[in-house]
Every structure is written in structure tokens, then in C-alpha cells.
């Protein structure tokens, strides 16, 4: 046991842990104002369920224009710049917020957040990549898990609080942590490609849009955010209005999630080194399936008290399914990825992020209008699908991966240069 708890130690270089550092601040604004959101515009605002749910899916919409802009940017600028540039968006984004009287506001201020996002997580996973060796990266993503999370977590609690005062309060103190971390970024982190390297990167999108694996394995993520992660922006106004929890009680639901994620994700991610990639992103399928499918109960059987316990073992059950997620998708996609096109490679990966949550707040918010029941039975569906499809995937993976890397071990804390990738016909091989 103490073997295996020295083992969870990331031993991350310190430019990185100063970067997930950054990450948590800006996590903890997140968590201030998402879990809240769909109810301001909703019951505080008077913004119809349907328009409020494509006031969220806006967000998503932009960035699927703003993400591969980014993703190129990140290839010739540098992943510091445009990280740097996307905390900006983001910070006047959610600010914009706290101004909403109106449908058109609405919009406008996630438009803004949708740009600040598109550039956000290819600019960011880039630098966590470069900034790593092979074997750090399962337990650097998964830290960054960890203090996403966290941050959301802590950051939910806090809101449930200070939204029950005043949600206006909530975007300004989101916009300032995205401040905070634009001051660590500056300070602390260095760009891990020189001037010369980025120039001499050469490629265009066509190169990842003719790798099929790749594309195949960012279609079934946009189908597990889409109906997975997504939901969570939707479960607030279900707990709310179909389960009678109260804003308190939404903030400590999102609190459970995180704090299981926060718990199990490193040794989620330690356990799952050595075995095969593919059946573990079917087994995520089927326990997020089974997450979906406890929510119904919440408001058909049960009330008050035992309705909140029943939705808080859901969280915790979809949570596990997040932490395997978050142990085999992300290294995945770098070690598909041609490292010269990292950045454009890192874009479409969080693009199939934000087609789910363009989508799925979309559907979830009409499905939740007209069966609050059958909408998670329908999610629930999709999940289980996309986990059995997967398994198709494996047939296309070169044999050298095809399992999860092993994490690194003390003497290899340095992070060493990110490899020349395998040219990309090779990477496609099978």
C-alpha cells in the first residue's frame, strides 16, 4: 500500500505544476458560475428554457470556429501567447454575463467565452505536452483532471453560497481568477518550442483530417460529451425544478462529483497503465450509462433529502466514469498526434469537446422541457452505443499503442523535448 500511494506522486516538473496551479484558480471561477448558469438565465433572467440552453450551446458553436483558428495559432506562435490571449476572451466573456437583461446579451457574452475557449485548450494542452516527457503525460492530464476538478468543485460550493445572495458576484470573482492565472502564466511558465522549432513545423489540418483512427476516436468523444459531461450543465435545473434540491444543494452535488474525481483519478490513471486502451473507453461507456440512468429516480420515487442522495451517488458514479476518461483519452490523442502539428492536433481533440457541449445542452434542454424523465434514458442510450462502438478502434492502433504508457518513475522527472512523431501513415497503419 505505501508502494502504491508513493506511486500516485506525479513528480511533475515544477514549470508544469506552476501551470496546473494556474489551472486550479481559474477552475475554482468555473465552478463559481457553471453549476449556476442555465438557472440565472432561466429563473433569474426570465430567458425560456430552450433559448437559455442555446445561449449555452453558443459557447460550443464559436469555438468550433475559434478552436482550429487557435490550434494553428498555437503551431506558430507558441502555446504561452495564445493561452495568454484566451484568458483574456475569457475573462470579458463571463464578466459579460453579470450585464444579461436580455436574450441578445446572453448570446453576445457566450460568443465572447466561446472565443476564449476555442483558444484555451489546444494552447494550453500543448504547453502540457511539450512540457513533459512520454512517461509524465498520463499522470500530467491526469493531474490536470485533478485540479480542474478540484477547482470546480470548491468553486461550486463557494457559489452555492454567494448565488443565493447575488449571482452577479459569481462572474465577476470568475472573471478575476482568469486574471490570476494570466499572472502565473507570465511569471512562472516558459514556452517549450523556440522560435526556430515552431518555424519550421510545416503541415495543415488536411494531415489530421486524413488520420481516420484519430478522427474516429474524436467522433466518439464528441458523442461521450455530448451526452456525458455536458448533462452536468443541465442537471442543476432538473435537481432544481423536477427534484426540488436547492442551490445549496446543486453545489454540493457538483462538490461530490469533483471531490471523487479529485480522490480517485491518479490511481484510476496509475491502475490503468499497462492494460489496453479500447475496452477501457467501452467500460467508460457503460458506467456513465449507469450514472445517467439513476438520475429518474430522484424525482419519481423519492423526495427531498433522499432525492439529493439519490443524485449525489449518480454524480459519483458518473464521476468514475470521468477519471477513466481522463486516464486513456487525452495521452491518447498526443501520442496519435504528428508532435509537429500538436497544436492543430490538440485543437480538433477539444473541438470534439466543444461540439458535445454545443449539442448537448442544446438537445438536453429541449428533451428536459418536454420529458425531464426521458431525456436521461435518451443520454443514458448514447452512451452505452458509443462505449460498444468503440471497440472497433482497436483494430486501427499501431501495436505500440494500444495500451496505456507506464508513468514515469523518479529518474525521469526531467522533461526531455517532445519526440519526432512516426510519419502520419504509419501512425494510421492497420
Not at 125 to 135: F, M, N
Not at 307 to 320: H, T
Not at 414 to 423: D, G, H, N, W
Amino acid at each position: 500500500m505505501r508502494g502504491f500511494l508513493s506511486s500516485l506522486n506525479p513528480r511533475l516538473p515544477r514549470t508544469v505544476q506552476l501551470l496546473q496551479l494556474g489551472g486550479l484558480m481559474n477552475a475554482f471561477g468555473n465552478g463559481l458560475v457553471v453549476p449556476f448558469l442555465l438557472i440565472y438565465l432561466h429563473n433569474e433572467r426570465g430567458i425560456s428554457l430552450g433559448v437559455a440552453g442555446l445561449v449555452l450551446a453558443t459557447n460550443a458553436a464559436v469555438s468550433l470556429i475559434a478552436g482550429p483558428v487557435g490550434g494553428a495559432l498555437v503551431d506558430r506562435v507558441g502555446g504561452k501567447v495564445m493561452l495568454t490571449t484566451a484568458l483574456g476572451f475569457l475573462a470579458a466573456g463571463f464578466l459579460g454575463y453579470a450585464f444579461v437583461e436580455n436574450p441578445w446579451q446572453g448570446f453576445l457574452a457566450s460568443a465572447v467565452t466561446g472565443i476564449g475557449n476555442g483558444f484555451f485548450w489546444p494552447a494550453q494542452s500543448t504547453l502540457l505536452a511539450g512540457l513533459t516527457t512520454r512517461a509524465q503525460r498520463s499522470a500530467t492530464f491526469a493531474m490536470q483532471r485533478v485540479v480542474m476538478n478540484l477547482g470546480i468543485g470548491l468553486g461550486g460550493v463557494a457559489g452555492g453560497f454567494i448565488a443565493s445572495e447575488s449571482f452577479r458576484a459569481l462572474f465577476v470573482l470568475d472573471a478575476l481568477t482568469f486574471v490570476a492565472y494570466a499572472a502565473v502564466l507570465a511569471v512562472f511558465v516558459h514556452e517549450p518550442a523556440t522560435r526556430e522549432e515552431r518555424a519550421e513545423r510545416a503541415g495543415s489540418y488536411r494531415t489530421v483530417f486524413r488520420h481516420r483512427v484519430f478522427m474516429a476516436l474524436m467522433a466518439a468523444n464528441a458523442l461521450y460529451i455530448g451526452a456525458g459531461i455536458a448533462q452536468l450543465e443541465i442537471l442543476p435545473a432538473f435537481a432544481k425544478n423536477e427534484a426540488g434540491v436547492s442551490e445549496r444543494g446543486i453545489g454540493w452535488l457538483f462538490f461530490i462529483n469533483t471531490i471523487v474525481i479529485v480522490l480517485l483519478q491518479l490511481p484510476t490513471t496509475r491502475m490503468a497503465e499497462g492494460h489496453r486502451r479500447v475496452p477501457l473507453l467501452a467500460l467508460l461507456g457503460a458506467v456513465s450509462a449507469a450514472a445517467w440512468l439513476l438520475v429518474p429516480a430522484s424525482s419519481l420515487w423519492v423526495s427531498g433529502g433522499a432525492a439529493f442522495l439519490v443524485l449525489a451517488v449518480a454524480v459519483s458514479v458518473f464521476a468514475l466514469g470521468e477519471c477513466l476518461h481522463g486516464a486513456v483519452q487525452p495521452t491518447l490523442v498526443v501520442d496519435l498526434a504528428d508532435q509537429r502539428l500538436l497544436g492543430r492536433y490538440m485543437a480538433i481533440s477539444a473541438l470534439s469537446w466543444q461540439v458535445g457541449f454545443m449539442v448537448g445542452p442544446a438537445v438536453g434542454g429541449a428533451l428536459l422541457a418536454a420529458s425531464p424523465t426521458g431525456l436521461w434514458v435518451v443520454m443514458a442510450s448514447v452512451l452505452l452505443i458509443t462505449g460498444l462502438a468503440s471497440l472497433a478502434l482497436e483494430r486501427g492502433l499501431p501495436e505500440n499503442l494500444r495500451r496505456v504508457p507506464r508513468g514515469a518513475r523518479p529518474q525521469e522527472a526531467v522533461a526531455l523535448p517532445v519526440p519526432a512523431a512516426e510519419p502520419e501513415n504509419a501512425r494510421a497503419a492497420g
